[in-house]
C-alpha cells in the first residue's frame, strides 16, 4: 500500500474531521472510499469519450465549419 499526501483547505479538514469525530468513523478510510468513488466516475467518462472518438467520422476542417454555419 502507498502513502499519498495532500494538501486540505482549512474549512474542508474541519468539516472532516468534525464527521469522523461524531461517527467515530476513520479519516483514512472515508478519504479512500471517495477517491475510489470519483474514480470509477472518472474511469467512466474516459470509456465514454474513447467509443465517442472512435465512432466519430473524420471530415475536412472547412467541411465542419460549413456544417456549423461558420464559413463566411
Known amino acids: ?3 499519498m ?3 486540505l483547505e482549512d474549512d474542508i479538514k474541519t ?3 468534525t464527521v469522523v469525530s461524531k461517527l467515530g468513523l476513520n479519516q483514512s478510510r ?3 472510499d471517495a477517491l475510489v ?3 470509477e466516475e472518472l474511469e467512466e ?4 469519450m474513447e467509443r465517442v472518438r472512435a465512432n466519430r467520422p473524420k471530415r ?13
Open 1 to 3: 500500500m502507498s502513502v
Open 5 to 7: 499526501t495532500f494538501r
Open 15 to 17: 468539516r472532516l474531521d
Open 30 to 32: 472515508i478519504v479512500r
Open 37 to 39: 468513488a470519483k474514480l
Open 45 to 48: 467518462m474516459v470509456i465514454l
Open 60 to 72: 475536412p476542417i472547412d467541411e465542419l465549419w460549413k456544417e456549423l454555419g461558420l464559413d463566411n
